[in-house]
């Protein structure tokens, strides 16, 4: 099994910034591929940004050159950075990791853009 721990959420003006992290008890870069995901209220959970095992990335289309995903392999942990934030991106985020075929999920951690 892998267990994911959400944190770096809170309450950012529009066009802040904040980090996200994800501590995952695998070595990541044994798992297969691992993202971020967010929901907001009314609405479905939608891909954020993604990252394989060997470092390819992707994003949803809306948020390139906003959001950043990367990874630190000696802490096992992955990263959400994102940049000039907008009231439309208030959601819970959550971790997922992709390992030996499950899908595991983190807690999620909130995430305000409100002044």
């Given amino acids: 099994q892998v267990q994911l721990v959400e944190s770096g959420g809170g309450l950012v003006q529009p066009g802040g910034s904040l980090r996200l992290s994800c501590a995952a008890s695998k070595t990541i870069f044994t798992i297969n591929l691992m993202g971020w995901y967010r929901q907001a209220p009314g609405k479905q959970r939608e891909l954020v940004a993604t990252m394989t095992s060997g470092g390819n990335r992707g994003y949803a289309d809306s948020l390139?050159?906003?959001?950043?995903?990367?990874r630190d392999n000696a802490k096992n942990?992955?990263?959400?950075?994102?940049?000039?934030?907008?009231?439309?991106d208030t959601a819970v985020y959550f971790c997922n990791a992709i390992w030996v075929g499950r899908?595991?999920?983190?807690?999620?951690?909130?995430v305000t853009v409100s002044s």
């Fill in 64 to 70: 390139k050159g906003r959001f950043t995903i990367s």
């Fill in 103 to 110: 899908s595991y999920w983190g807690q999620g951690t909130q």
């Fill in 77 to 88: 942990t992955v990263y959400l950075q994102m940049n000039s934030v907008k009231p439309e």
